[in-house]
């Protein structure tokens, strides 16, 4: 049984709680979360499920001090910018993380986590859907294997009407979230496709327009890959009352295409396309930190994935900031 405890009670960790609170393998000990409404709003989602109800903080602090030696393991689902504080926090404990996206909001901050992992080893998975998804593994393993041929190019597009659904919300305020909406939905295409197309970047130019807001709407990314495919990324989060993503690969023997959070793919070959197959994706992140703490599953969604994701999202506002500029992620970039 995984005695678990959850840093910031908000909608999303509420929603995964719907399954994980009636997983046999998990029991929700513990949560801490600074606002009441969420705290009770969380604590009856697990009461609905037919768990108990978790013993409430107001801090991650009190709660990693009250808990010491009663839990295994933090799920941290915090406002971007405290990710690094907590998930440091959480290892220097002692308990092992399963940290929501994105990891954290620096290239910096990404690197310090690495340390610290490396220093306690402690196990840290990070809760992209995609990257936790057995369709993305199933991809990545069989593109590793040479099944789908050379990767030429990549083009993966998300939108969504954010800018209506997160007026208000601290979402679209920078200091917090740490960007707009390429940082926040476009986060599950641009780790996806980090994942799949398993090569750094060696060069992009990016534009953003925030379209009047505080933080970005609307993204454009042209790129290189370190193995030579090309790749664009594109992000738009005002539009309809929706929320979709197509990513494509195409190799030089098939085409792929999936979505960002791995909820379906289709592959195609000498001009016919398979069928599209599809994937519940609320569980999976729960059910893959189990299997990697078991030692069952290789961990999909490492730290050091996260560290490439930050070289590239700090390198797309390095690019976007000089209107486009070339900059290379793996190097210093301008004005740092």
């Known amino acids: 049984m995984l005695r678990l405890g959850v840093i910031g009670a908000g909608l999303k960790a509420a929603d995964y709680a719907r399954s994980w609170a009636s997983m046999a393998e998990v029991s929700i000990d513990a949560m801490a979360e600074v606002s009441a409404t969420p705290r009770d709003r969380f604590a009856a989602t697990c009461v609905a499920a037919g768990a108990a109800t978790p013993r409430a903080y107001e801090s991650a602090e009190a709660m990693l001090t009250a808990e010491a030696g009663r839990l295994d393991a933090v799920y941290v689902s915090t406002p971007h910018a405290f990710h690094a504080r907590n998930a440091l926090s959480v290892l220097a404990a002692g308990l092992d993380l399963l940290l929501e996206k994105p990891m954290v909001t620096t290239v910096p901050e990404a690197l310090a986590l690495e340390a ?66 390429m940082f926040d939905t476009g986060a599950h295409m641009m780790n996806t ?18 379209r009047g807001i505080a933080v970005d709407l609307a993204a454009a990314v042209a790129g290189r890959l370190e193995n030579g495919a090309l790749v664009t990324l594109n992000a738009a989060g005002e539009g309809p009352d929706s929320c979709a993503s197509s990513i494509t690969f195409f190799y030089s023997q098939a085409i792929v295409a999936i979505d960002a959070w791995g909820g379906w793919r289709q592959i195609s070959r000498d001009g016919v396309a398979g069928q599209r197959e599809t994937q519940e994706t609320r569980a999976t992140p729960m059910q893959t930190f189990l299997a990697v703490r078991s030692g069952t599953l290789e961990n999909p969604s490492t730290v050091a994935n996260g560290v490439r994701f930050a070289r590239l999202w700090d390198a797309i506002k390095a690019s976007a900031a000089q209107d486009g500029v070339p900059v290379d992620p793996r190097t210093t970039l301008p004005g740092t």
């Not at 590793?144 to 208000?168: C, H």
């Not at 496709?193 to 925030?210: E, K």
């Open 116 to 181: 610290e992992q490396a220093r306690t080893g402690k196990t840290v998975v990070i809760a992209f859907q995609g990257g936790l998804s057995p369709l993305v593994h199933d991809t990545r393993r069989r593109a590793q294997a040479g099944e789908f041929g050379e990767l030429v190019s990549v083009s993966a597009t998300i939108w969504e009407g954010w800018k209506k659904s997160y007026t208000g919300n601290w979402k679209q305020v920078p200091e917090i979230a740490g960007g707009g909406f």
């Open 193 to 210: 496709v980090c994942v799949l197309a398993d090569s750094p970047f060696a060069r992009l130019s990016a534009y953003m327009d925030n």
